[in-house]
């Protein structure tokens, strides 16, 4: 059993002048998980979730420090008095950005890392991972580079990993969130499985869909306190009214309403010609013959994890020079150097792009018009920033922010450059509700710019939300391009619903 008793804790964090202030966290939190319950925790970014599941594996206070007050107890052990490695025993943790976790580039060898440490043998290890590769699907992904999968392959990894070790208590943080749909209900297979094993199982997440069924409670958290309890048959009832009311994503894919589509798109189109490129094991990456995509439109680019939607982002704005093709933008043929001056990427893994020591001064590095003023950029930074409730984050380091505030700081910066296009990979990847919604306002503030938006993602209702057309990748092919209209919606529905 896990006991949280009048527990309150808060991060230290540094400012842009060197003052430690202490920020988010949770506050006065009474909970009681009992063995064998599956408890699911949602709420805005930032609201603490994340933090309950640091306070059960141990991660506060031995990694992350701040004021702490309350116990927090498991089976009556104090958990803040534990070594962490005792506490690993009990508790295996998933965590958001899966590469957080990792300490080998094989694979194979990273899903027996914690089995190796456990000292259990070798022979035993191998039928672990053979077991566990059949029960999540996932014998495809073994003996392979860690830097060659996507965000979606690496965190089923992560999950196998845990699997290996068959913990009475897992903690999951935003395990979905780099997921296709397909992935997902593995994923929730697994989860299905750990539950029928007796598990206790406490999940941070945004997406609620694929957790429906399972979820014994919910609880709803807004500023570190818990503002909504549900019990399974509450959760099971919520229709898309509810949640939106609530706050929370939708709880069924097939209830996302059709937001109506934009109207003011341009004739002009980008066009793509022989546009290819290899990895290099020579198996993966992109063949595209021919493509024509609108300008000035929103586009999802959908498909499976691995499917080359990241990799066709990154050629597209000239991050591989040895890719072969023609890009043709506003009827002039752009090569890499002349596709990386007009596009703008916003990364699935935005630590990959945060430099500064502040979220304004990360707003501004994207502002390269050498004729502004600092105190220009300053002020138009702080307006998005505000657009994005991000203001009162303006002086903290990035790196000090959730997932979702240093998701939201990435996209800040997209909009602050003057590109002409602009791509996001996996934008909301760890947004609550309502600042997918802010974000998918700020995108469309773009399209009314004339900006052409490409957008990888695999959130329906995010692309319910802006986008107005679809391109669907398969193994490195087009396999559909289309609008997204009123008739085209159905179509797109079914993917991820049956993905």
Known sequence: MIVFDNVSFEYTAVNADGITEYKNGIN??????????????????????TTVTRLINGLIPHYYSGKLEGSVTIDGKSVPD????????????????PRSQFFNVNTTDEIAFAAENRCIPPERIKSLIDSTAAEMQLAHLLDRSIFGLSGGEKQLVACAGINVLSPDIIVLDEPSSNLDSGAVEK??????????????????????????????????????????ELDSAAVSALSYAETDSLGIRPMSLSDIPQCSRLNNRRAEVISFENFCFTY???????NIPKLELPAGGIVAVIGKNGAGKSTLARNICGLE???????????????????LNNCYMIMQDVNHQLFTESVRDEVMLSMTDKTVTDDVKSAKADEILLQLDLARFADTHPMALSGGQKQRTAIASGIASDKSVIIFDEPTSGLDLAHMKQV???????????KTILIVTHDLEFIMACCDHVLMLEQGSVVRNYPLTAETSGMLKSFFMNA
């Not at 997440?205 to 909504?228: P, T």
């Not at 998918?440 to 004339?450: D, N, P, R």
């Open 187 to 228: 994923l929730k297979a697994v989860l299905g499985a750990w539950k029928s094993q007796g598990k206790t199982i406490i999940i941070a997440e945004h997406r609620l869909y694929f957790l429906r069924d399972l979820a014994d409670r919910m609880l709803i958290f807004e500023n570190g306190r818990v503002v909504r």
């Open 82 to 97: 534990t070594p962490i490695y005792e506490t690993a025993k009990k508790v295996g943790s998933v965590f958001q950005d």
């Open 321 to 339: 020079k040895k890719c072969r093709g023609v890009m043709t933008l506003d009827g002039k043929p752009l090569n890499a150097k002349q596709r």
């Open 440 to 450: 998918a306002a700020e995108i469309t503030k773009l399209h009314e710019m004339g």
């Open 280 to 286: 290099k094991d020579g198996k993966h990456g992109i």
């Open 28 to 49: 006065g939190l009474d909970l009681t998980v009992r063995d064998g319950e599956f408890v699911v925790l949602t709420g805005s970014s930032g609201c603490g979730k």
